[in-house]
């Protein structure tokens, strides 16, 4: 099977010549950053009786364990509160400090759409 590449990866499969592979201490480096991101951690939380029951009545609905319902918005919180570059957004962030922070997302997002060959992909 042929996977269609896009633009980006075209381009690295043609200079791909161009590339020397990693050190061995590089790669453990790497791969002990990405454990380490991809550790996971129990918690205990405490809920209102009544958000428990909103949680497994949303649950049942989307026919998935409330856990997994629970995990999910959890997540898109903390993406949603925290940008990709890790900046807290709160209402107590300054406007300059928030204005930079906006820029310097939007900047990456251009580069990505850029290095994607600007088709979203």
């Known amino acids: ?3 269609k590449l896009d633009k980006y990866e075209r381009e690295i499969e043609a200079n791909i010549s161009k590339f020397t592979p990693a050190s061995n201490d590089k790669k453990a480096l790497v791969e002990s950053v990405i454990d380490k991101a991809n550790e996971k951690k ?3 939380l ?3 009786s009544n958000d ?3 949680l497994k009545r949303r649950a049942e609905i989307e026919g ?3 856990e997994v319902v629970g ?3 959890r997540c898109e919180n903390v993406e949603s509160a925290f940008g990709r570059n890790g900046y ?3 209402a107590t962030m300054t406007a300059e400090a928030r204005k930079e922070a906006e820029e310097k997302e939007r900047e990456e997002g251009e580069k990505g759409r850029r290095r994607r060959g600007g088709d979203g992909r």
């Open 64 to 66: 998935l364990p409330y």
């Open 88 to 90: 807290i957004r709160s």
């Open 1 to 3: 099977m042929n996977p």
């Open 52 to 54: 428990l029951e909103q």
């Open 71 to 73: 995990k999910t918005r």
């Open 46 to 48: 405490r809920l209102k």
């Open 42 to 44: 129990s918690i205990s």
